[in-house]
């Protein structure tokens, strides 16, 4: 299948700004005679490398916009360290990725997601979750229920935590994240 790696704008208030890049690529296999531990390979190779031309151009437009601020909102595929790296060579641009990797972090005593959840209850907030309407089993995907809107109480902790280089960049320093933890407390079965 194809991948279609979008970097969309929208304004705080939902709204569609456009379309700063569309990237369309067919994933190309690693050759059977290519040796090289996933490590070794550049990162310019890698099909994760969209993540970070998508926030150069953030960056890019950035600059142009300097009373604006800006906020690159990314899935677990982003969770990697060169894009943390990336962002500190320019923090015009904030980054918000959903954690993927429960990373080893120095001055804790835990791997990163035991850390925030030792981590001090900030607050506590209501979010609403809209209804979601019945689907039936389709080919691969279960069958999902109906379910009424609701309002989820969210506990919230967040900390600053260094987040170490990997092994193989030991010439990289660490860098120093916000990590925001929240989790329904009570949620229905």
Not at 91 to 115: C, I, M, Q, W
Request: one cysteine or more; proline letters at 9%.
């Amino acid at each position: 299948g194809l991948h279609l790696h979008t970097t969309l704008a929208v304004a705080t208030n939902g709204l569609p700004l456009g379309v700063l890049r569309a990237q369309c690529q067919a994933p190309k296999l690693k050759s059977a005679a290519d040796k090289r531990p996933s490590w070794a390979i550049p990162i310019e190779e890698k099909e994760t490398f969209c993540w970070i031309e998508g926030l150069r151009d953030m960056m890019d437009l950035a600059a142009q916009m300097p009373q604006t601020r800006l906020i690159a909102v990314c899935d677990r595929e982003a969770d990697f360290f060169e894009l943390f790296e990336e962002q500190r060579s320019n923090p015009g641009v904030d980054l918000l990725v959903r954690a993927n990797h429960n990373r080893t972090v120095s001055d804790e005593p835990y791997k990163l997601f035991e850390a925030i959840r030792q981590a001090p209850l900030r607050t506590k907030v209501q979010v609403h979750v809209p209804r979601q309407s019945a689907r039936p089993k389709l080919s691969k995907k279960q069958a999902r229920p109906k379910r009424p809107s609701r309002q989820a109480n969210l506990e919230v902790r967040y900390q600053q935590i260094p987040l170490l280089p990997p092994k193989y960049y030991s010439d990289k320093y660490r860098i120093d994240v916000w990590v925001l933890h929240a989790v329904e407390t009570a949620p229905p079965e």
